[in-house]
């Protein structure tokens, strides 16, 4: 059974920058899409962007381009989602989901990762 | 990227009703269509895939249908467990969500 494990909560600054990772267990790594998903308190899902280890591709929302940089490590099967120039908007759920290409659909999603962007 | 537009925004039902909840694609996804049920304080979970496919482990109570732009999804008859929100995702441009359909209790 495939297990999507991510690092704990974080509290960040304004202006500072937060890295969060999400290492997969039980199952082929590289071949599969690993996105990252935010939601606000109290909001819907948003898409951050993705990255295809097998390729070291990334691919990022229009929204975060610029801001954010998805890289993955194959060695120890984990992909990484760092954010820059932190807002207290940015204050949300990261989640990490793995997407089935063949699906187009995330079948397999972390707990998610809590960060908070506060003075 | 596809803008995807769910309603209604909350439905009121009780439970042994059918829910029908809706998506419509800004353009066309063809299927690649997915549906996820989240519950308070949980990431969200897979249902539906490609349109109409249900996920490892899903009732059969839950169905998908639509292709192109308008899609629903179907809960036969609602358990109290059902109760939640459902977001709708395509995957044909870029990868985007609905802004959620909260089914609530009646």
């Known amino acids: 059974q495939v297990h999507l494990e991510q690092s704990g909560a974080e509290v960040k600054k304004p202006g500072s920058s937060v890295k969060v990772s999400c290492t997969a267990s039980g199952g082929t790594f590289s071949t599969y899409v690993f996105n990252w998903v935010r939601q606000v308190p109290g909001q819907g899902l948003e898409w951050v962007g993705g990255i295809t280890p097998i390729f070291d591709r990334s691919t990022y929302a229009q929204n975060f381009q610029g801001r954010v940089t998805i890289t993955s490590d194959e060695s120890s099967s984990t992909v990484y989602m760092e954010l820059s120039g932190l807002r207290s908007e940015d204050t949300a759920v990261y989640y990490c989901?793995?997407?089935?290409?063949?699906?187009?659909?995330?079948?397999?999603w972390g707990l998610g990762t809590l960060v908070t962007v506060s003075s | 990227e596809s803008v995807l537009t769910q309603s209604p925004a909350t439905l009121s039902l009780s439970p042994g009703e059918r829910a029908t909840l809706s998506c419509r694609a800004s353009q066309s996804v063809t299927t690649y269509l997915a549906w996820y049920q989240q519950k308070p304080g949980q990431a969200p979970r897979l249902l539906i895939y490609d349109a109409s496919k249900r996920a490892t482990g899903i009732p059969a109570r839950f169905s998908g249908s639509g292709s192109g732009t308008d899609f629903t999804l179907t809960i036969s008859s609602l358990e109290p467990e059902d109760f939640a929100v459902y977001y709708c995702q395509q995957r044909t441009n870029w990868l985007s969500f609905g802004q959620g359909t909260r089914l609530e209790i009646k």
């Open positions: 989901a793995r997407e089935r290409g063949d699906l187009g659909a995330l079948d397999i």
